[in-house]
């Protein structure tokens, strides 16, 4: 049994044509120095039980002489796991991050005895779309709105204790849930604990990492110059995008992205499978950088067959300008 209910689907990978990435302009994405990784990272970071996320990110910022410090969904000061932590530019992917998929693990304390037969049988009713309104302390207004829950996992059931897998849409109030849970159930409940295993496409078995090393790690760079510990901790913005659809492109038309222009077919390398019309897609370099976020105007096979036409609109450019050579006429230029 797979640990993540919503674990990521391979994507085939599609061939437009060949080109080569010149080695004078960027980094192999995994491979940049330090001081531009810090420009481009995110820590998959560990919150503890305690401090409220805003808290969390006020400290990281003291801690690192960071101001563009930004954390993507927000975790209650008593839930612990994860909470994506941006840095510099890495911070224009957060409202991608933001509208990620969660996975929590919950502790959920019944009011009444209820046999594992009746339990699991009310919770698989609750896979789907669900009505919430958010709780009275909450940052958002409080109107009715429609959350999905695409999987429940009953992982234990002790007493009137019961240990839930939630596989959840962005924005999903878990104390809700496990409220309603308990009215269709007939004896009550409330959520007693909380944890975020999951984040899109940050996990728990990969550079996940506490506060205690984010100080050091960040320490041992600064004053001793050792690289490694910091580079465990601070990833690069690419390991949080995983979860989208990828479309590489020539050198050629990187400059041009980075200044907000539409992506069109002859600047496509290669591409991955299963791109629809209006999805997210990340536009890298060959060298596997993140030069910006978009929606995709055509299909896969679309961008595979045209010859002409833009096929991603730019959203969110998260690489420079001038990080590689201009390739392009401005109109005032012609």
């Avoid at 878990?174 to 984040?199: F, N």
Wanted: glycine share 8%.
């Amino acid at each position: 049994m797979e640990k993540y209910l919503g674990s990521p689907k391979p994507r085939g990978l599609l061939v437009r044509g060949e080109s080569r990435t010149d080695p004078s302009y960027g980094f192999q994405y995994d491979q940049r120095p330090v001081d531009v990784l810090l420009k481009y990272s995110v820590i998959n970071l560990d919150k503890p039980v305690g401090p409220s996320s805003h808290e969390v990110v006020a400290w990281i910022r003291k801690i690192l002489g960071i101001e563009r410090v930004a954390h993507a969904g927000t975790l209650d000061p008593k839930v612990s796991g994860i909470l994506p932590i941006t840095l510099n530019n890495a911070i224009r992917v957060l409202p991608v991050l933001l509208r990620e998929d969660k996975e929590y693990v919950c502790v959920m304390r019944l009011h009444g005895d209820v046999d594992r037969e009746k339990l699991e049988r009310t919770v698989n009713m609750f896979v789907g779309p669900i009505y919430q309104r958010p709780p009275l302390r909450s940052a958002v207004k409080r109107s009715l709105r429609i959350r999905r829950i695409y999987g429940i996992r009953l992982l234990e059931l002790d007493g009137r204790n019961v240990l839930l897998q939630v596989w959840c849409e962005a924005g999903t109030y878990m104390r809700k849930l496990c409220h309603d849970i308990g009215e269709v159930l007939g004896v009550g409940a409330h959520m007693q604990e909380l944890r975020r295993i999951r984040s899109g496409s940050l996990t728990e078995e990969k550079n996940l990492a506490t506060l205690h090393d984010v100080v050091d790690s960040f320490i041992l760079w600064k004053e001793h110059g050792i690289e490694e510990y910091l580079r465990r901790v601070f990833i690069p913005v690419e390991e949080a995008v995983q979860h989208l659809p990828k479309v590489w492109v020539r050198d050629t038309a990187v400059d041009a992205l980075c200044h907000g222009a539409p992506l069109t077919v002859p600047g496509i390398v290669k591409l991955e499978d299963g791109i629809r019309v209006g999805d997210h897609v990340g536009i890298f370099t060959l060298k596997g950088e993140l030069v910006a976020i978009g929606t995709a105007s055509m299909t896969s096979s679309q961008m595979m067959s045209s010859r002409s036409g833009v096929a991603v609109e730019v959203d969110h450019v998260v690489m420079e300008p001038g990080t590689y050579p201009k390739a392009w006429k401005s109109s005032k230029a012609s």
